[in-house]
């Protein structure tokens, strides 16, 4: 027990356990609740960059894995001629964030997810022409 300033006794404050009973009475009293039961204390959704880190690699992603996951998939089930020529549906993807970002629920996440994509395609033609260029110069 502790006194404070005033003389009475205090008692000390207890870290909240919450038991399986207490959790399932709540993770049943609606669907919000059960949701956030439901959810682990270190995810944090209203952070202020949740949104946009998780949408400019959600960009990354779509430049670096979907096309390359499409290709693979296309040569494993097709001939090289019939792969090459359904290989240009993959640009189809990238207007996906331009869907997201014509949506005013999901419009920070498209906006943010096409910066990424944008990004992404500049830093690797950045990246390869200076290496095609230290190529060709390097050896003439």
Do not use: K
């Not at 209203?46 to 960009?59: I, R």
């Not at 359904?86 to 997810?113: E, H, K």
């Amino acid at each position: 027990m502790n006194t404070d300033d005033g003389g009475r006794t205090v008692a000390p404050r207890r870290p909240r356990h919450h038991d399986d009973a207490d959790t399932a009475a709540r993770s049943t009293a609606s669907p919000r609740g059960r949701r956030r039961a439901d959810r682990p204390d270190w995810w944090h959704r209203d952070h202020p960059v949740f949104t946009p880190l998780s949408a400019f690699f959600a960009g990354l992603l779509c430049v670096t894995v979907v096309p390359g996951a499409y290709g693979g998939l296309l040569s494993a089930l097709f001939d090289q001629e019939t792969a090459e020529r359904l290989f240009r549906y993959v640009l189809v993807v990238f207007a996906l964030p331009i869907l997201l970002a014509a949506l005013p629920r999901t419009r920070r996440f498209g906006i943010y997810m096409l910066v990424g994509m944008v990004i992404t395609a500049v830093v690797v033609l950045v990246v390869g022409v200076a290496t095609l260029w230290v190529l060709l110069n390097r050896d003439g």
